[in-house]
């Protein structure tokens, strides 16, 4: 059974612009079960996270301040939401939602996390909406607890995964992938072991054409037994904040391609959903939906 973690923990961002499309959060359950994708069954509510499972990953100070709602003004500007024993707990259920999901992965060979993605968070620092990366968190955890040796993060958030790359940056067992616009946020990026970047307005055939030349490349070389994908709709033509122009049935054969591949070499995979900020909900409902839609009909 396709196992989904859910969170009804529900944050707005400092920024009034960015609180339509956060919705989402709250629509896609509703709409899978609606459309009897999933039902009750298939999600499940995280509890807090351990926190010696997030020190693994982030510095003690850093994370200490940030549960305890020390951060700076600063700090709290950079991360764009409200600093709040609410967005503290929703942080640690994200990141315990991907830690749980893993042994689902393992056990089903996928499982999903509604939230999650949140690559911007650094070992010492959050931004742009992230503060604790879950699955960064996630990977530790694997390989601290020997359930992986060689870990591939797959990024197709339209955002590079700044965080998340430097996070791993020396570290030869995890190989961090991004797919990102190259003129887009961040604007000083970071170094993923492999980056690849697309200029605006790039559509579904230049990007699916790479998609297709790129991973099995990386997964034949690397090989990996485990892989986190992050699978953001912010790639779409009308997203606010994304510069490409990829059709909704662009994005679908996206995710088609990375869980088919994953299916076929048997590497259990992780999806957490990442951004997706379209002036039109319908699509960005439609877009996140299809990736469940997706890992139902591979998988089960």
Sequence with gaps: MLKIAYHQNYIYPLDKNHRFPMIKYELIPEQLIRENTCNSDNFFKPDKIDDSIVLLTH????????????????????????????????EMEIAEGTVRGVHYSIENGVSMNIAGGTHHAFYNRGEA????????IATNYLL????????????????????????FKNNSNVFTLSFHGKKNYPFRKEKSDLDIEFNDNTNDDEYLKVLKETIPKVLYEFKPDFIFYLSGVDVLENDKLGRLSLSINGCKERDRFILDTCYKNSIPVQVSMGGGYSSILKNIIEAHSNTFRLAQEIYF
């Design 59 to 90: 510095e003690e100070n850093y994370f200490k301040r940030f549960t305890s709602l020390n951060l700076s003004q600063k700090e709290i500007r950079e991360i764009g939401f409200p600093l709040s024993k609410d967005l503290v707990v929703r």
């Design 129 to 136: 909406f992230c503060m604790l990366n879950d699955q960064a």
């Design 144 to 167: 601290n607890n020997g359930l992986a040796n060689k870990i591939i993060i797959i990024d197709l958030d339209v955002h590079q995964g700044n965080g998340t790359a430097s996070l």
